[in-house]
């Protein structure tokens, strides 16, 4: 059984940076691709991010690309993401959520345990 906890969010400007963490244990971290998820009030929970197991492979929704940056550390049992140039529309709880056995996925069904999530709140 992993646990994964999230932390980082907060209130910001639009135009500033937040960096998230989320934290892994029960299990052994580099078997797991990991990703980002966030869910806006009144919407579907939508990807965010992925990387694989080593790190070696990332991949983004569009809305992100070039503004956040996702990067794992498996001796700290770690996966980031780095959010530059925030906007009012990246307001929401963000989520980290870990899959065996694959190097990430952007379909959040295939993931087998989720952070319970941090919320990032962008003003204009």
């Known amino acids: 059984q992993v646990q994964l906890v999230e932390s980082g969010g907060g209130l910001v400007q639009a135009g500033d940076s937040l960096r998230l963490s989320c934290a892994a244990s029960g299990g052994t971290f580099s078997s797991y691709g990991m990703g980002w998820f966030r869910q806006a009030p009144g919407k579907e929970r939508e990807f965010v991010a992925t990387i694989s197991r080593g790190g070696g492979s990332t991949s983004y929704r569009d809305s992100v690309k070039g503004r956040f940056t996702i990067s794992r550390d498996n001796a700290k049992n770690t996966v980031y993401l780095q959010m530059n140039s925030l906007k009012p529309e990246d307001t929401a709880v963000y989520y980290c959520?870990?899959?065996?056995?694959?190097?990430?996925?952007?379909?959040?069904?295939?993931?087998?345990?989720w952070g319970q999530g941090t919320q990032v709140t962008v003003s204009s």
């Open positions: 959520a870990a899959v065996k056995g694959f190097s990430g996925s952007m379909y959040y069904t295939m993931y087998d345990y």
